[in-house]
């Protein structure tokens, strides 16, 4: 199945930039959707944005107009262009794939990248 490995998450200050890229390896038939979801402490794991096979985006509507993603099929990794950050934005942020593997529909996550916006 798909393993995948994130990257680009650091310390930002408020209204900041920051580059996730998430990189997927592995045996695997076809990626039907890729995304981005983030865990603040003491809450639940939420989506931030979605990008289909297709190339269809789908973004919680908290980011909506700051963040963006975008994949490189070549490369088969994804990306999350995140601007005007807030500290609200602070969380772990985790690269899914909703992925065919053995004929099994199959999701996997990657480890996981800290984005911590303070002044």
């Known amino acids: 199945q798909v393993q995948l490995v994130e990257s680009g998450g650091g310390l930002v200050q408020p209204g900041g930039s920051l580059r996730l890229s998430c990189v997927a390896s592995?045996?695997?038939?076809?990626?039907?959707?890729m995304g981005w979801y983030r865990q603040a402490p003491g809450k639940q794991r939420e989506l931030v944005a979605t990008?289909?096979?297709?190339?269809?985006?789908n973004y919680a509507d908290s980011v909506k107009g700051r963040f963006t993603i975008s994949k490189d099929n070549a490369k088969i990794t994804v990306y999350l262009q995140m601007n005007s950050l807030k500290p609200e934005d602070t969380a772990i942020y985790y690269c899914?794939?909703?992925?065919?593997?053995?004929?099994?529909?199959?999701?996997?996550w990657g480890q996981g990248t800290q984005v911590t916006v303070s002044s």
């Open positions: 899914n794939a909703d992925h065919r593997s053995n004929y099994r529909r199959l999701n996997a």
């Open positions: 592995g045996s695997f038939s076809a990626i039907y959707a």
């Open positions: 990008i289909t096979s297709g190339g269809s985006t």
